[in-house]
T-cell receptor, first 115, second 112 residues
């Protein structure tokens, strides 16, 4: 049973470009979460999605950031017009989404560097 | 607002000694408290978790305690080994949403 997959593992973008980060949850998991980790800091919640629905986006900046989890395919975190402050590790986590199964399992992360 | 405080930020212990990391949370409705270990450049990995209906849980050298009244929870690592060196994050899940709120992390170093 493969774990949470993320790609790319490393992404370099110049200021003003777009970044697309992909996350495939564990098999059987229907809930996906995105977290951002700045260097030497903790993880900050960004957005929580179920298939075709955004459940909680309270941690996501209102501008330039968007997320989706389509019926088919991976979840996508999209950052438009990237700025240097967007440089961070972006982790995706998934959970089964059933009552009593709150555990979130993390992917390896995508390390975004904005030049 | 939702907040998890974690102390200390750095901790150095002699190999074989015990390490204790403490956290407090703000929302009394929190009902799930996982602990994650993160090695340099790696993903956070769940090492133990506890739910609000339990006061203590143990898994080999790792134990977690929860005091709901005081809104405190702690991680205890006994007989520390070099491979325990990492950053440890406490976290709380709030009943109103499924997001996890993380503490700021504790960098644990084990001295040989």
């Amino acid at each position: 049973n493969a774990g949470v997959m993320q790609n790319p593992r490393h992404l370099v973008r110049r200021r003003g470009q777009e970044a697309r980060l992909r996350c495939s949850p564990m098999k059987g998991h229907s809930h996906v979460y995105w977290y951002r980790q700045l260097p030497e800091e903790g993880l900050k919640f960004m957005v929580y999605l179920q298939k075709e629905n955004i459940i909680d986006e309270s941690g996501m900046p209102k501008e330039r950031f968007s997320a989706e989890f389509p019926k088919e395919g991976p979840s996508i975190l999209r950052i438009q017009q990237v700025v240097r402050g967007d440089s961070a590790a972006y982790f995706c986590a998934s959970s089964p989404g059933q009552v009593g199964t709150d555990t979130q399992y993390f992917g390896p992360g995508t390390r975004l560097t904005v030049l | 607002g939702e907040n998890v405080e974690q102390h200390p930020s750095t901790l150095s212990v002699q190999e074989g000694d015990s390490a204790v990391i403490k956290c407090t949370y703000s929302d009394s409705a929190s009902n799930y408290f996982p602990w994650y270990k993160q090695e340099l450049g790696k993903r956070p990995q769940l090492i133990i978790d506890i739910r609000s209906n339990v006061g203590e849980k143990k898994d080999q050298r790792i134990a977690v305690t929860l005091n709901k009244t005081a809104k405190h929870f702690s991680l205890h690592i006994t007989e520390t080994q070099p491979e325990d060196s990492a950053v440890y994050f406490c976290a709380a899940m709030y009943s109103s949403a499924s997001k996890i709120i993380f503490g700021s992390g504790t960098r644990l170093s084990i001295r040989p």
